[in-house]
């Protein structure tokens, strides 16, 4: 895993960090998506840049609102209208993926790029078997027999966990529980062995239980084929266990990114820690838990210079008048704050 | 299934055991047939003896007694017109009105689907604009009105197609088709076509909202993660999604057309049952009227059976509930 390998938004910081070079599977720079809606424009994802190389897990973390599904929609070409990407570059293995025509981009997709979702009640289609579903999926990128590619689809099956393969395979979906259902999609999307798998939420509608034992199948398989994963989440703890690096989103941009332990035990951006702080834990029994005051901002509507400044307990009037720039830290580290939390000098760039 | 089919079959024959009842109280509402089939002048004496010859003066609960008895032996009485059974006049006219009804399905799903398909898909574009504004001029433009200028502009302008009338039958099964012969068929064109307009305009309605609805569903998203032509995710994935609403809805409208195709029918001097309804209503033939209207139930009773399956077949997820049941 390339945990610690650089995640700074700098164009130029690519190629350039001598012998432990790597060039990323998927690199995203100055990402924007705006929507077309009645009341406006407005941007969704405003500069949003991350690599992710392979086998690595990067937790893509935010409230609603934040961007990060859009940011994953758009990896895949899937931002429909009024949706539209607006400026920057996402690359797949050194390739541009934005300008791309449809037909190009349809190949990778399922082939290179695959994508699950959140809520595994909807994401397979009710009125189709699952075979179907399946074998649609292999055919759709190799000229593969029918019969070949229900062998396929069987054991891709066997090996997200569920038993007596052949038999489920021509159920149809309702006949499945939330995780199995989830698994069946887990098992499509990784069919082809993809290069980046974008999951947006995918155990967020599922028992802490099952969401445990999806999340290790989904780790074992993915490290497997190498396949690096994009994880949209606003669940901390699920991307505590799971990512390498984590990237926190507010209204449209990356207000911190780090390896994930790093940030978790000492957050640089009062979001962040707002982030931590609220989320339930064992220590802090009896303690009335605590809130970030205030919501995510509408995006219609942003705050001026830095969005967070509404909700922060350090916001003073640079915040309201000047919008911090990302700025690196110690341990590969970005953010996005003119008072951090770690009083330490920033890294040299 | 079985059960399903069992338990839906029993609640068809209770309908149409209701619907005897009605049908026969409401004849009885509408008027005394004594008065039209006795000449003007015709003195008690001799209404008496009309109104014996046909059972009309006994008691009610005994006509009551001796239709049900009678239609349970498939005799629905003799036309007091025709004096041949009442079923025998209608099932002549059968085959004509559901030849008419079934061309004028086809045709409303082979305009409705590909159009409302193609509006749901875009529906901001020109031609999703279109599509949805031609649906109501389908909607609202009167039946007989279309069937004139269809006539005027196919049979009196260009004079490809007959203005009226049923071409030549041929026999099959013991009825009368005229769908087998080229002649028949362009008999049929036109009055299919007049039937189909509206029926065209709620289909596409129906297709363009479903696709609409279908397109914003997380399947529909994932599909095209997987990589999927768009060919696929409308033909398949859609086209199966939308399928169930314009069942449910042409299954209703099926039984529609077969009763209540009496404009169209009229329009083109077209022999068939609604034609024949009119005209036995004029002269209160109550025989008639009664195995009309009870034929017209039982049509409509089989066709919602049919869509019933149909939708177990379409939707696995009513297969599965209903079984239980």
């Known amino acids: 895993m390339s945990a610690e390998a650089s995640s700074l938004p700098s164009p130029q910081g690519r190629g350039t960090q001598g012998g432990r070079a790597m060039t990323p ?22 500069g949003v840049s991350f690599d992710v190389h392979r086998g690595e897990v990067l937790g893509l973390v935010g409230e609603s609102g934040s961007g990060k599904s859009v940011t994953g929609l758009a990896i895949l070409g899937l931002v429909d209208a009024p949706g539209r ?66 062998d396929r689809a069987r054991q891709a099956l066997l090996k997200v966990g569920i038993p007596s393969p052949e038999e489920r395979l021509t159920a149809y979906p309702h006949q499945f529980s939330g995780g199995m259902r989830q698994r069946v999609a887990i098992a499509t999307a990784l069919l082809h062995r993809p290069a980046v798998l974008v999951a947006d939420e995918p155990t967020t509608a599922l028992d802490v239980t099952i969401q445990a034992q999806i999340l290790a199948e989904v780790q074992e398989l993915a490290a497997e084929s190498g396949t690096a994963m994009v994880w949209i989440t606003h669940d901390l703890s699920v991307i505590a266990g799971l990512a390498d690096r984590i990237a926190v989103m507010y209204a449209g941009r990356i207000v911190e990114t780090g390896a994930v332990a790093d940030v978790l035990e000492r957050p640089i951006h009062p979001y962040t820690a707002g982030l931590i702080g609220s989320v339930p834990s064992r220590n802090k029994r009896g303690v009335p838990l605590a809130q970030i005051p205030g919501m995510t901002p509408s995006l219609a509507k942003v705050p001026p210079a830095c969005p967070f400044n509404p909700r922060c307990p350090r916001a003073s009037v640079t915040c ?30 | 299934m079985l059960v399903y089919l069992i338990r ?55 006509q009551f007694g001796i239709f049900v008895w009678n239609a349970l032996h498939g005799d629905l009485g003799r ?26 399905l086809v045709f409303s799903i082979l305009i409705g689907i590909p159009l409302g398909v193609l509006a749901g898909l875009k529906p901001n574009s020109l031609i999703g604009r279109s599509v949805m504004s031609g649906s109501i001029l389908g909607f609202s433009l009167p039946n007989f009105w279309i069937g004139l200028m269809l006539i005027l502009l196919f049979a009196v302008e260009l004079r490809w197609l007959p203005a009226g009338g049923r071409g030549p039958t041929t026999s099959v099964l013991g009825l009368h088709f005229a769908l087998f012969t080229w002649d028949g068929l362009k008999h049929l064109l036109l009055p299919a076509l007049t039937l189909a307009l509206y029926k065209s305009a709620l289909v596409i ?6 696709t609409r609805e279908v397109m914003l569903q997380d399947y529909i998203r994932f599909a095209r993660a997987k990589g999927l032509s768009s060919r696929r995710i409308v033909l398949v994935h859609v086209l199966k999604n939308i399928l ?23 329009v083109f001097a077209y022999p068939g049952m609604g034609k024949l309804l009119i005209d036995s209503i004029n002269r209160l033939d109550r025989p008639i009227i009664v195995a009309y209207l009870m034929l017209t139930v039982v049509i409509f009773v089989i066709i919602n059976l049919i869509v019933d399956l149909l939708y177990a077949a379409i939707d696995p997820r009513v297969r599965l509930s209903e079984a239980k049941g």
């Open chain 1, 25 to 46: 599977i998927l690199s995203v720079r100055d990402l924007v998506v705006t929507f077309a809606i009645r009341e406006g424009v407005v941007t969704a994802v405003n």
């Open chain 1, 85 to 150: 990407i607006e400026a920057g570059s996402i690359r797949l293995e050194g390739e541009e993926l934005i300008g791309k025509p449809e037909r190009e981009l349809r190949r990778l997709r399922g082939k290179r790029l695959a994508m699950i979702f959140q809520d595994p009640m909807t994401t397979l289609n009710p009125v189709l078997r699952i075979d179907t579903q399946m074998i649609e999926a292999i055919r759709a990128h190799e000229n593969v027999s029918e019969k070949a590619a229900r």
């Open chain 1, 320 to 349: 309201r008048t000047i919008m911090p720039e990302p700025t690196p830290y110690d341990g590969a580290r970005m953010a996005r704050c003119h008072h951090p939390l770690i009083e330490q000098a920033p890294a040299a760039a």
């Open chain 2, 8 to 62: 839906r079959i029993g609640q068809s024959l209770l309908v149409v055991a209701v619907m005897a009842t009605l049908v026969f109280l409401a004849m009885y509402a509408v008027g005394d047939p004594v008065d039209i089939l006795a000449s003007p002048d015709a003195d008690e004496f001799e209404r008496r003896a009309i109104a014996q010859r046909l059972g009309l003066d006994r008691p009610l609960w005994e």
């Open chain 2, 79 to 104: 036309s007091f017109v025709y004096n041949v059974p009442a079923v025998d006049v209608i099932l002549q006219r059968l085959p004509a009105t559901l030849e008419l009804a079934l061309a004028g």
């Open chain 2, 205 to 210: 309605r129906i297709a363009q909202a479903g």
């Open chain 2, 244 to 266: 169930i609403p314009v069942v449910t809805v042409l299954g209703l409208e099926l039984g529609s057309m077969i009763a209540f195709a009496v404009v169209t029918e009229t």
